[in-house]
């Protein structure tokens, strides 16, 4: 029975490419003739459930769709029976496959995520205290919320904390909802809560048994399904140049009500994987877009509340539904015309024409920011990144026309081009895809000069202000600040009390980075009064409004991109 089993998953495994004349019925008879089999191990219940995921989201026919739901929903009581059974459960944890229904989730979050799986889903979310790994933080944490136990904190080696805890909490099992609830009260802000509940190390379970944020069972409610009669589009035939030309893609703003359902369903969508990015924990719901961008493909990118801003660079982050299914996610941090984007397609959607909304995506992010440069850093390209290594992605971007900023790795990459195109069979090897992934990819188009920014990095930028501080300010970051917001106050003649804190606040990272330029102080007064602006919309409602001031001023880009591209050697 189990062979034969594996064998009909084996066989669905390969038709889930199965596109064209009777694609439909044959994958439609290969679900039909796996409904009631049971399954004998974690490892081929993840193949079957992941396969079912892919059929759902590029389904041949509406009938391979429902089959597909139908199936899916009996993977829970699958769960519970392979549990009752003391099997062996680790492929479950696997960041690849975590997140299926029926089966618990434990990781460590930072506190916004924590306080919003908190709120979100109650009771179904528990946690577990290492007393052990991190006494000394709870010694240090605790007494803010939990009267005179320093008498025992500070002189005592035993300090039962777990009988403390359960006390303050007023029950056994309430003790991290009753911290959630301590932290929420205190009046700090979100960085600094983040700092005292993040030092704690407190692992916290979801219970996915029936929930909805599992991959089982996440949907975005749709009324019409791309059925795939065709098959489906490979990257060969896709071709970023023709993408970025080709007329804008209709958004539509959504309210803030509907903006808060996309950011919980992409919240939860990288939670249940394991996963976590700044611009989805911290998104803003005011401010979130949709693209209808074809073959049942729905593209969503919002940005970040003023007060949540990186300093210098806008960002902006996303999500992709393919037929309801969440099937990627992504990240865009840009700077005047550059930008750099992270791309990342969840594992069981890789082979579903990942080329085509990649290309939709940077279509949608150039409408939004009118940037000319598309960046991609190394890590995505296979740096510190074996999947990516594994899976070839340097060749990805390559195939699309991204080149490489640094001239040795683009000699390498048309050697092997070469070798390529002699023998058609050549492979490059890991060894020379890890040196190729070393350094970052670009995309230019449009008017802008080519190769302006090969060598650019806002990191060069941090680099060159630490060392500022330390050479004329002894190493202290106050007495920097405090410089440089005056002399550029002085210069722009503003009054700072009457700026917003979110402007102040834009106003001190601007004015320490302004502070790097030479002869800043000489610039004319209109130049000027146009970076002043530039430093108020950093704080407006959209931070696209900041990014197209940005890319009309080619004076300061030039100053900002010849301290980025300086590359200090650090002694």
């Known amino acids: 029975m189990t062979k034969s089993l594996a064998a009909q998953v084996e066989q669905l495994e390969a038709l889930r ?120 933080k709870l010694i240090n944490a605790l007494p803010r919320f939990m009267p005179l136990i320093e008498d025992d904190t500070f002189v005592e080696p035993d300090v039962p904390f777990a009988d403390l805890l359960s006390a303050a909490a007023g029950a056994k099992g309430r003790e991290w909802h009753w911290l959630m609830e301590q932290l929420g009260r205190l009046p700090l802000s979100p960085k600094d809560k983040t700092e005292i509940y993040d030092a704690l190390g407190i692992e916290v379970q979801l219970d996915l048994r029936g929930s909805p944020a599992s991959r089982t069972y996440a949907r975005h409610p749709t009324e019409h399904l791309f059925l795939h009669k065709e098959p ?51 998104g803003d719901a ?18 970040l509340p003023p007060d949540r801003r990186l300093p210098l660079r806008a ?41 085509w909304t990649y290309a939709k995506v940077l279509h949608l992010l150039h409408q939004l920011t009118g940037v000319s440069c598309f960046s991609v850093y190394p890590y995505q390209l296979g740096h510190d990144n074996e999947e990516a290594i594994q899976s070839g992605a340097f060749w990805f971007y390559r195939k699309l026309g991204f080149r490489p900023g640094r001239q040795e790795l683009l000699a390498l990459t048309e050697a092997e081009e070469r070798k390529i195109a002699r023998n058609p069979k050549h492979r490059t090897s890991a060894r020379t895809l890890r040196r190729l992934a070393a350094g970052h990819v670009f995309y230019e188009f449009g008017n802008a000069p ?14 060159a202000t630490q060392r500022r501080m330390t050479e004329c300010f002894g190493g202290n970051a106050e007495k920097m600040r405090s410089a440089s917001i005056e002399s550029i106050a002085g210069n722009f003649r503003v009054e700072l009390e009457e700026m917003l804190d979110v402007e102040r606040t834009a106003f001190s990272d601007f004015a320490v980075a302004l502070s790097l330029i030479p002869k800043f102080e000489q610039w004319p007064k209109d130049r000027k009064q146009e970076a002043l602006e530039i430093i108020k919309a950093k ?24 301290v980025g591209s300086a590359k200090p050697a650090l002694e």
């Open 17 to 136: 490419r199965d596109y064209g004349p009777g694609a439909a019925e044959r994958v439609e008879r290969q679900l039909s003739a796996v409904q009631h089999f049971h399954f004998p191990t974690a490892d081929l219940l993840v193949r079957f459930h992941d396969t079912l995921l892919f059929l759902r989201a590029f389904p041949q026919s509406r009938a391979v769709a429902k089959l597909a739901d139908h199936l899916l929903a009996m993977v829970e009581p699958e769960v519970e029976c392979l549990r009752a059974a003391g099997a062996d459960l680790e492929s479950f944890d696997l960041e690849p496959y975590s997140g299926i229904a029926g089966t618990v989730l434990a990781e460590e979050h930072t506190y916004e995520v924590a306080e919003w799986l908190a709120r979100r889903y109650g009771k179904q979310v528990t946690a577990e205290f290492n007393v052990d790994d991190n006494y000394s």
């Open 450 to 463: 080519r190769g302006l920014y090969d060598s650019f990095s806002t990191r060069n930028i941090q680099l």
């Open 286 to 303: 005011e401010h979130v877009y949709e693209a209808e961008v074809g073959r049942g493909v729905l593209i969503y990118v919002w940005g």
């Open 539 to 562: 704080a407006a409602p959209e931070e696209t409004t900041y990014l197209r001031l940005l890319q009309k001023q080619e004076e300061l880009k030039r100053a900002f991109v010849a």
């Open 232 to 282: 489906l589009i490979p990257r060969k035939q896709v071709s970023l140049a023709d993408e970025l030309a080709s007329p804008e893609i209709p958004l539509r703003k959504l309210a803030h009500a509907e903006g808060e359902q996309i950011l919980d369903l992409a919240r939860e969508a990288l939670v249940v994987r394991q996963r976590e990015l700044y611009g989805t924990t911290r």
């Open 315 to 355: 960002y902006h982050a996303g999500c992709t539904f393919k037929n309801g299914v969440p099937i990627n996610y992504l990240e865009a941090i840009s700077l005047f015309d550059w930008l750099e984007v992270g791309f990342n397609t969840f594992y069981t959607y890789r082979d579903g024409e990942t080329a």
